[in-house]
């Protein structure tokens, strides 16, 4: 994918994850709910070669935190450190079949949720819902579907 290609992937997966995110649902589904930014950014980390990985996952996750009114860097650091575990396995997970990357995909939501809940203990205390530990499992579950839209929007 030249480089064009992938700047323009990553626009339109960013663009759409800040529009499912900002859907508004019941509230328990809302707090288990997968983390949007994190499941489209990993397609974009599979499907492209870039060096500046790191800096857009710092972006985007800055950029959620923004919109989503959150500790500034909560996000970013949650979603550097996820996309590093993904760039760690890409190869792996690139030739794996779709349970083998609903595994990873899991895995890496269960790090962002690791990040998310010790930055959110470390400044606000222990003042959140308990459902958020179902948001990996919806990620796994949700991530089949996730692929199959973003390969059609790819092409």
Do not use: C
Request: aromatic letters at 14%.
């Amino acid at each position: 994918m030249t480089k064009n290609n992938s700047l323009l992937l990553l626009t339109k997966i960013t663009i759409i994850a800040l529009v499912v995110g900002a859907i508004s649902l019941p509230s328990l589904l809302e707090i288990a709910s997968p983390f949007w930014m994190l499941i489209f950014f990993i397609y974009w980390i599979i499907y492209t070669d870039t060096k500046a990985l790191y800096l857009f996952a710092l972006i985007l996750g800055l950029l959620t935190d923004i919109l989503q009114g959150s500790i500034l860097g909560q996000n970013a650091l949650a979603l550097l450190i996820s996309s590093a575990f993904i760039f760690n396995v890409k190869k792996s997970f690139y030739v794996s079949n779709l349970t083998t990357q609903q595994v990873y995909v899991f895995i890496a939501s269960l790090i962002y949720l690791i990040a998310l809940i010790f930055t959110h203990k470390a400044i606000q205390g222990s003042d959140f819902s308990w459902l958020i530990i179902l948001s990996p499992f919806t990620g796994a579950i949700i991530w089949p579907l996730v692929r199959l839209f973003l390969a059609k929007l790819k092409h």
